[in-house]
């Protein structure tokens, strides 16, 4: 296995670091890999809850694709409402497209699921599989910002290309970028083509049974589903579109 990082909170819970190294096996099926990802989301969660400041009483928004929506983002939400903190999780869930253009890559929006906030200071939680050149979460959190402006935010994810964080950190004002928290695993230094090695195992589409870019926009995460019913029936608003 090529050479890897692991930052203090891999090294002192020695099950982040087993389930982060665990997760780049390409010999572990589709079932067992949500599972560890579902596993990791808890693990994060577990460091972010004693850093989310007391003076913040506001939401806490998870923000994510729709692939990681059933997985990481759903351990991040379990352990969020262990924590007692339920009632304030705000879910914003993003399809992207992935567009190259010459050198230049972008992740259009093309749909979202929200649910209202409500007021006082929030803080977000932007999580995702793995963060290399950072255009996805760019994007998703620029979307975010466009809807509340919260005194904290959470980058959060098993897996970091080296450099992500200057890169991310460079995308926004210094008066955002600030606001940056980077929770992690493991960083690594290696790319071949797209992936990340060893990364998170490859395609995290094809490692979580979604298949191309084209399926994983089709899918409706049962996370979003569950929780538009539960707001329905408690008559907070929601919007899908």
Same mark, same amino acid.
């Given at each position: 296995m090529t050479a890897r990082e692991y930052t203090a909170i891999?090294?002192? #819970?020695?099950e982040a670091r087993r389930l982060v190294d665990e997760v780049a096996d390409p010999g572990v099926d589709v079932s067992s890999y949500r599972e560890l990802m579902r596993r990791m989301g808890r &693990?994060?969660?577990?460091? %972010?809850?004693?850093? %989310?400041? @007391?003076?913040?009483?506001? #939401?806490?928004?998870?923000?994510? @694709?729709v692939e990681d929506a059933d997985f990481l983002a759903r351990g991040v939400i379990d352990e969020l409402s262990d924590a007692q903190m339920g009632s304030r999780v705000r879910l914003i869930c993003l399809w992207n497209e992935k567009v190259r253009e010459g050198a230049v890559s972008l992740s259009p %929006? %093309? &749909?979202?699921? &929200?649910e209202q906030s409500q007021a006082g200071a929030a803080a977000f939680i932007v999580v995702k599989s793995i963060i290399s050149g950072a255009c996805v979460v760019k994007t998703n959190l620029t979307r975010a910002l466009s809807y509340q402006n919260p005194a904290q935010v959470f980058v959060a994810s098993p897996v970091l290309l080296s450099g992500a964080q200057e890169r991310l950190a460079a995308e926004f004002p210094p008066e955002i970028s600030a606001k940056f928290e980077y929770v992690w695993f493991? @960083? #690594?230094? #290696? &790319?071949?083509?797209?992936?990340?090695l060893p990364g998170i195992g490859g395609s995290v589409y094809e490692r979580l049974g979604f298949g191309d870019e084209c399926e994983k926009n089709k899918y409706v995460p049962e996370i979003v589903k569950e929780r538009r019913r539960s707001h329905s029936t408690n008559n907070q608003q929601t919007s899908f579109a």
């Open positions: 891999a090294n002192r #819970d020695a &693990k994060l969660a577990q460091a %972010i809850v004693p850093q %989310i400041h @007391t003076s913040v009483a506001g #939401d806490v928004f998870v923000v994510c @694709t %929006i %093309i &749909k979202q699921y &929200k493991a @960083t #690594d230094s #290696d &790319k071949q083509g797209e992936n990340v």
